[in-house]
């Protein structure tokens, strides 16, 4: 490979993208599976966690829409009346005008449909980080950078920024998100409510091998931890670190645990899709926050990708015990438990012991008649140490009407480690 490997040799995609580089004038081009020695876990070790600069510092980033693998090609043949309209001539009321169907086919990349590319978990983090990418699709191509996304039918029309890639231009276009400047300190919120969009973008897509959860999103992590105020631990934002632990799986698919992070973190359940709880709506505005944040344990495992382990917290603990039937589950021992909606992590035996740890509650109007949920953690003690949980759910409410709230009746408030 020191030697030069000849163009014919690499696989159709490689070859149009060199050419596509040499014909915009580049001599220099990254290809992940040639730059990153394949099958050395070293080196792809080291070489994962530069993705961040490697994407941000790139002049272009081309990207093979509809490809399956890297046989397919960046170039397609098409019908050109697919991207230019064909003039006839003068007419009774003016220029005839005949357009293909086809033009009016994914008129942005947020609606092309299932395109292979764009499910992948890996790119998520490429599309972010790079400042331009040029998407090659069947039809025609698009254009996407931090100041309008565009498409070859009409090059001159930037489209709204309310679909889905202008989260891109949100992103890169922060108030004092500046990669020349990242002493200057944005927004904080802003920021966040632009990482739960990415993330959420993340948790959609696809992941071939469940061990590159937290790796596969550290690029857009570092990116944004070098240049604002915000900390990651374990895939989630310290700064808003008791919203972020309120995530739950999606449609209730019970799945595996994984020693990737600890269970507080959404990396350790696989095999499920995840799903945000409206983390950017939990505010000291709309909820009174119970539960504090004490300390994180600097606990770190090279071997884990250097993931936190433990965090002490202090809040109401409800006991209850859950059990299921036919129709789902339900709580004994405490009525304020019975209502609520059970979202577990991880499959649980059909009768267990629980502890609801009452992270937020709503700031409801005693007139009000829709109010944000009640929510928090469902935990079961370690069998190892006393004052220690794991969690295996969350769980909500909408909206508890009792005089008030759900901590109207006493509460066990409790120091606790969640590992």
């Given at each position: 490979m020191l030697q030069g490997i000849s163009l014919n040799h690499l696989p159709l995609t490689f070859?149009?993208?060199?050419?596509?580089?040499?014909?915009?004038?580049?001599?220099?081009?990254?290809?992940?599976?040639?730059?990153?020695?394949?099958?050395?876990?070293?080196?792809?070790?080291?070489?994962?966690?530069?993705?961040?600069?490697?994407?941000?510092?790139?002049?272009?980033?081309?990207?093979?829409?509809?490809?399956?693998?890297?046989?397919?090609?960046?170039?397609?043949?098409?019908?050109?009346?697919?991207?230019?309209?064909?003039?006839?001539?003068?007419?009774?009321?003016?220029?005839?005008?005949?357009?293909?169907?086809?033009?009016?086919?994914?008129?942005?990349?947020?609606?092309?449909?299932?395109?292979?590319?764009?499910?992948?978990?890996?790119?998520?983090?490429?599309?972010?980080?790079?400042?331009?990418?040029?998407?090659?699709?069947?039809?025609?191509?698009?254009?996407?950078?931090?100041?309008?996304?565009?498409?070859?039918?009409?090059?001159?029309?930037?489209?709204?920024?309310?679909?889905?890639?202008?989260?891109?231009?949100?992103?890169?276009?922060?108030?004092?998100?500046?990669?020349?400047?990242?002493?200057?300190?944005?927004?904080?919120?802003?920021?966040?409510?632009?990482?739960?969009?990415?993330?959420?973008?993340?948790?959609?897509?696809?992941?071939?091998?469940?061990?590159?959860?937290l790796v596969a999103i550290s690029g857009i992590t570092t990116w944004i931890q070098?240049?604002?105020?915000?900390?990651?631990?374990?895939?989630?934002?310290?700064?808003?670190?008791?919203?972020?632990?309120?995530?739950?799986?999606?449609?209730?698919?019970?799945?595996?645990?994984?020693?990737l992070g600890p269970t507080w973190s959404w990396a350790s359940v696989k095999g499920a899709k995840i799903k945000g709880f409206h983390q950017p709506s939990i505010t000291s505005k709309t909820h009174t926050i119970h539960t504090r944040l004490e300390s994180i344990d600097d606990l770190f495992s090279m071997n884990e990708g250097h993931q936190l382990k433990d965090i002490h917290l202090r809040g109401p603990l409800l006991h209850g015990t859950l059990k299921r039937d036919e129709y789902g589950f339900f709580v004994t021992d405490d009525y304020r438990l019975q209502n609520f909606n059970y979202d577990l992590d991880i499959p649980l035996p059909d009768t267990v012991e629980i502890v609801c740890l009452v992270l937020a509650e709503s700031n409801r109007d005693a007139e009000a008649i829709i109010s944000a949920p009640d929510a928090g953690l469902i935990l079961v003690p370690d069998s190892y140490e006393s004052s220690t949980y794991q969690r295996v759910g969350m769980w909500s409410h909408p909206s508890f009407k009792r005089p008030g709230g759900i901590l109207a009746e006493p509460a066990d408030w409790q120091s606790i480690r969640l590992v």
């Open positions: 070859q149009h993208a060199i050419l596509i580089t040499r014909n915009l004038g580049y001599r220099y081009i990254w290809i992940d599976s040639l730059c990153i020695i394949q099958d050395d876990v070293d080196d792809w070790a080291f070489e994962s966690t530069t993705m961040s600069r490697i994407y941000s510092n790139s002049v272009l980033t081309i990207a093979a829409l509809w490809g399956e693998n890297s046989h397919a090609g960046c170039y397609v043949e098409r019908n050109p009346l697919t991207t230019e309209d064909c003039y006839i001539g003068e007419w009774k009321h003016g220029e005839v005008v005949v357009t293909s169907g086809d033009v009016r086919r994914g008129s942005t990349l947020g609606n092309l449909g299932p395109t292979p590319l764009l499910h992948r978990a890996w790119v998520v983090q490429e599309r972010f980080l790079s400042p331009r990418t040029l998407y090659f699709g069947p039809w025609e191509l698009f254009w996407e950078c931090g100041e309008q996304t565009s498409r070859e039918r009409w090059p001159e029309i930037s489209f709204p920024r309310w679909d889905d890639v202008a989260i891109k231009q949100r992103f890169r276009n922060i108030p004092g998100l500046d990669l020349n400047k990242s002493h200057r300190k944005p927004e904080l919120e802003s920021i966040y409510k632009i990482w739960t969009a990415i993330r959420a973008n993340y948790w959609s897509s696809q992941l071939t091998y469940h061990s590159d959860s070098e240049r604002s105020g915000l900390q990651f631990v374990s895939g989630l934002c310290k700064n808003f670190f008791l919203r972020e632990l309120l995530w739950k799986v999606e449609n209730n698919f019970v799945t595996s645990r994984s020693t």
